[in-house]
């Protein structure tokens, strides 16, 4: 079956502009997960969700980012005002449900460039 | 914090010979710890979980071992190829969430 998708693959903006960032879980995962990866570091957790709901905001760097998913399906991730230092891989997972135990799914990330 | 550490040097191994990755954690006694694959422009790719309560678990040429008193993970990979190289993540499970280490690059030398 299909696996996690990410679109776009690649994204140039310029600071001070919002963008979107798209993740499609595979069919019938519950859980999904935002991560950041900057250029050689490791993966640095933003958000999750169990269905619609985000219990643990807490990795979100600041208020210009914020994420959203709809229909226990698609999540978008939305970063206002971008700023230089957001440049990094946005990695979007999905697992079957959220748990400690739970293989997560990696899409192959969205490469974000701000100039 | 609960933090989980891997090597951050990049380790070169000779082909045919065992690689070794490890991963240490502190402050916190997981439940599991999952070993990932990461190629350059891709994202992780699962490869092996191991519960608390088990020493060794193995997987085709893959090995981890979980050692609670050392709080330390190994992760082996048996008669290496340059097909193997790649970014390794030690993952462990904290909450409802998994904490990823940054992960060590390996490189199978032919």
């Known amino acids: 079956g299909a696996g996690v998708s990410q679109s776009p693959s690649n994204k140039v903006t310029e600071k001070g502009k919002d963008v979107e960032l798209r993740c499609d879980p595979i069919?019938?995962?519950?859980?999904l997960y935002w991560y950041r990866q900057r250029l050689g570091q490791g993966l640095e957790f933003l958000i999750y969700f169990q269905g619609n709901s985000a219990p643990d905001k807490s990795g979100l760097p600041s208020d210009r980012f914020s994420a959203e998913r709809t229909g226990e399906s698609v999540s978008t991730l939305t970063i206002q005002r971008t700023q230089q230092e957001d440049s990094a891989v946005y990695l979007c997972a999905s697992s079957l449900i959220a748990g400690v135990g739970e293989t997560q799914y990696f899409g192959p990330g969205t490469r974000l460039l701000v100039l | 914090s609960q933090k989980i550490e891997q090597n951050s040097e990049a380790l070169n191994i000779q082909e045919g010979k065992t690689a070794t990755l490890t991963c240490n954690y502190t402050n916190y006694s997981p439940a599991y710890l999952q070993w990932y694959r990461q190629d350059p422009g891709r994202g992780p790719v699962f490869l092996l979980l191991?519960?608390?309560?088990?020493k060794e678990k193995r997987k085709e040429r893959l090995k981890v071992t979980f050692d609670t008193t050392l709080k330390q993970s190994l992760f082996h990979i048996t008669a290496s190829q340059p097909a193997d190289s790649a970014t390794y993540l030690c993952a462990r499970s904290g909450d409802d969430k998994i904490i990823f280490g940054k992960g060590t690059r390996l490189h199978i030398l032919p």
């Open positions: 069919s019938g995962h519950t859980a």
């Open positions: 191991i519960r608390e309560n088990e």
